[in-house]
């Protein structure tokens, strides 16, 4: 078998196994989204898809062209739950959402709490807060936001 008969039988492999999951794949996803005329329901229903998925990157970009900001905002609250910064900030932005310095500190102790010391951080970075060294070996960021005057179990809110 030639080259691009095995790359042809792999790429609908790909494309049956993406059916069956119920999403599109990475060159189908590209070419609806670059779409000028496509319906908002039709881009809801790929975010859902990919949010049940748990694909929640790619659900961003669907609710994000179809302005389902609803949408967003519960996977703003997920970006929370999961201490996953990336996430957070891309959604923020979108939503024009500019986080306080409680919001990012109670991020970075949630994604500490997770062992995302990375996420973590980074989150107490955007508060402020410069830790010591020790305390990114030793799982101790927020006793260290507390040293600089803060309360890092404060509840996120938006604005």
Known sequence: MGREA????????G???NLKRGILNCLEKRDLLNQSAVSVEMLREWGERFEQSGMLYDAVDFFKKAYANEALERLLDTAREDGDLFLYQKIAKILKIDPSRD?????????EELGKTAFARQAYRLAGIETSA???GNGDLESEARKDGVTA?????RH
Do not use: F, M
């Not at 179990?153 to 809110?157: A, D, F, K, P, V």
């Open 103 to 111: 919001e990012w500190i109670s991020l970075g102790t949630r994604a």
């Open 153 to 157: 179990r404060t509840e996120l809110t």
């Open 134 to 136: 020790g305390a990114w």
């Open 15 to 17: 494309r049956e196994w």
């Open 6 to 13: 095995r790359d042809s039988d792999n790429h609908q492999l």
